[in-house]
């Protein structure tokens, strides 16, 4: 599968991290993806302006800065499945969950109601309590928090489009993840999107582990607004910048209240420093600052990669990949662990997360000491996430020899 592999060349442009000089087995691209050769060339591109121009840097050069923001839209929509004025490049996550927030929760007394999973990203379940305490409601009464069915790790899809369904005229806003971070589900995002207009809710997804993972579709599948970071499966570096998706049915409405900054408004006016502000037009409405124009120079090094590659693509090698590690997690014999991801590939990203029941920490323990890269969930998940852009089926088998071994040191 490796010889025959159209993308298998694209490990080559990566920085493998190794351990006693052989290559970490990394699969943790999930959490923060490895680096690409080219950004290197694409920071000190930028820090050359920057020694050689100074200010002057914000209109010349190759790259002027005040357009930064511009040179990834086109392969941001590709990626996400949009229109390029429906996205942009901009802040955190975090920040950009909060800002959208400002423009699509507006609770009133009969519609205040939000559905989110259970067990949501920490950092989203922080930002989903303390927006609806800034509104002066409860947390308790107004967060709906969908929890799989008993014995199970993942939530139906008819589930969540009854729970919208009940919640009718009182919901708000569906906040869901694209894939979760913690089971590795796949969330039917046209579904869920249609279930939530026909009750009139608004629809946004936290794309953090979805961006650069799986195919998205955001502007077909008519999904109000999302987000997601650039450093888990978009290699754009530790805590690199965040991008935004605003479907255009909004983004060209100036009326929708946002919180304003001077990179939001209306860049022929920008310089005027003038009173009033005048929204862009699409997701460039929603931006507060000038560009981090270093983190944006990695994350634009990055995109072009993924563009080499080709979203389809690596869904089509991603099917596989996963699916061989699936089979090699079949073949190994064991009472310790329960794949909790979903098993039918639609359902799923790259990711497979193994709940262990027991010693699950020291199997975590042995394969790190044995150079593989994973990651420890608590309280007792192992995430794995073969990235079809640079781990190979040869990774894949070797984990399966080094689990094995693990498991079997454990148990003696
Ligand atoms: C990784 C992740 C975050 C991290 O947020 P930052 O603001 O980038 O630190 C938030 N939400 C989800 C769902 C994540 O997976």
Known sequence: ????????????????PSHNSQEYIYFTGNSLGLQPKTTREFLETELKAWEDLAVEGHFEGSNPWFHYHKFTKELLARLVGAEPGEVVSMNNLTGNLHLLMVSFYRPTKERFKIIAEAGAFPSDQYMLETQIQYHGLDPSEA?????????????????????????????????????????????????????????????????????????????????????????????????GVSGIFVHDRHGNNPHLPRFG??????????????????????ADGWQLSNVNVLSTAAHWAALEVHDMAGMENLRAKSIFLTGYLEFILNQINNNDFEVITPTDPEQRGCQLSLLFNTRGKEVFEELTAQGVVVDWREPNVIRLAPVPLYNSYSDVYQFGKLLEKALAKEAS
């Open 261 to 282: 900054g001077w990179w939001g408004h209306d860049e022929s006016q920008r310089f005027k420093m003038e009173k009033g502000f005048i929204p862009m037009q699409g």
């Open 143 to 239: 967060l709906i928090e969908l929890k799989p069915r008993p014995g199970s790790h993942t939530l139906e899809t008819s589930d969540i489009t009854t729970a919208i369904a009940d919640a009718g005229p009182e919901l708000a806003l569906v906040m869901l993840s694209g894939v979760q971070y913690y089971s590795g589900q796949f969330f039917d995002i046209p579904t869920i999107t249609q279930a939530g207009h026909d009750v009139g809710a608004i629809v946004g997804f936290d794309l953090a582990h979805a961006a650069g993972n799986v195919p998205l579709n955001l502007h077909d599948d008519g999904v109000d607004f999302a987000t997601w970071c650039s450093y888990k499966y978009l290699n754009s570096g530790p805590g």
């Open 1 to 16: 599968m490796d010889e025959e592999d159209q993308l298998g060349h694209f490990r080559q442009q990566f920085h493998i």
